[in-house]
Nanobody, 121 residues
Framework: QVQLVESGGGLVQAGGSLRLSCSASGRTLSSYHMGWFRQAPGKERAFVAR???????YYADSVKGRFTISRDNAENTVYLQMNSLKPEDTAVYYC???????????????WGQGTQVTVSS
């Protein structure tokens, strides 16, 4: 069992930056592929970024070049650095853990409670 807790969300102006953190307890995150997803009001939860156990990273086209996912296995934490934020990035952001290296939401077994990111124009 893995418990995930996100933090770092907030209100930021367009063009600003935020860094989200996802801390785990229960089991080490080094045994999982980790992903970030987001859900805007009235929309389905969508893939944002993934980092495999190997360290390989993958991004949704909408965030490529602006967001960076990283992991610190010693700290059992995954990060999402978000730069050049846009109003359309406004959403609740969730981290999730999977045993399968894919970006499909249904493949992720464990989820955090989410953290709100609001980008004002």
């Amino acid at each position: 069992q893995v418990q995930l807790v996100e933090s770092g969300g907030g209100l930021v102006q367009a063009g600003g930056s935020l860094r989200l953190s996802c801390s785990a307890s229960g089991r080490t995150l080094s045994s999982y592929h980790m992903g970030w997803f987001r859900q805007a009001p009235g929309k389905e939860r969508a893939f944002v970024a993934r980092i495999n156990m190997s360290g390989s990273t993958y991004y949704a086209d909408s965030v490529k070049g602006r967001f960076t996912i990283s992991r610190d296995n010693a700290e059992n934490t995954v990060y999402l650095q978000m730069n050049s934020l846009k109003p359309e990035d406004t959403a609740v952001y969730y981290c999730a853990a999977s045993r399968i290296p894919v970006s499909i939401r249904t493949a992720y077994e464990y989820w955090g409670q989410g953290t709100q990111v609001t980008v004002s124009s």
